[in-house]
């Protein structure tokens, strides 16, 4: 499966953004989706995630409350809707697929990756 991730840009603190990820060459039902965010050379942390069927959401304590994340298997796409940012949400956002059920929140067992999306968030 092929992944675009888009919808990054630079707001203020406090704005909203939403990030969309694309799939394609697969139906996206079959994979546990994850969003993480990567700073400054840093490790990629995880954000957010969905199970295969989107009735299970997981979230880093740093977003609870903030973010929100869906899916729509018809459409193949995946959203996260990020609310209240901070000037430390600022980094480049990723999602990622692998073949579900299981989620996990740790980057390496994600198989597949789109490209990367920058957000930046001024104070």
């Known amino acids: 499966v092929q992944l675009q991730a888009s919808g990054g840009g630079l707001v203020q603190a406090g704005d909203s953004l939403r990030l969309s990820c694309a799939a394609s060459?697969?139906?996206?039902?079959?994979?546990?989706i994850g969003w993480f965010r990567q700073d400054s050379g840093n490790e990629r942390d995880f954000v957010a995630g969905i199970n295969w069927t989107g009735d299970r959401t997981y979230f880093a304590d740093s977003v609870k409350g903030r973010f929100t994340i869906s899916r729509d298997n018809d459409k193949d796409t995946i959203e996260l809707q990020m609310n209240s940012l901070k000037h430390e949400d600022s980094a480049v956002y990723y999602c990622?697929?692998?073949?579900?059920?299981?989620?996990?929140?740790?980057?390496?067992?994600?198989?597949?990756w789109g490209q990367g999306t920058l957000v930046t968030v001024s104070s």
């Open positions: 990622a697929a692998r073949v579900g059920p299981k989620f996990y929140t740790v980057s390496s067992v994600y198989t597949y």
């Open positions: 060459g697969r139906a996206l039902s079959r994979y546990v």
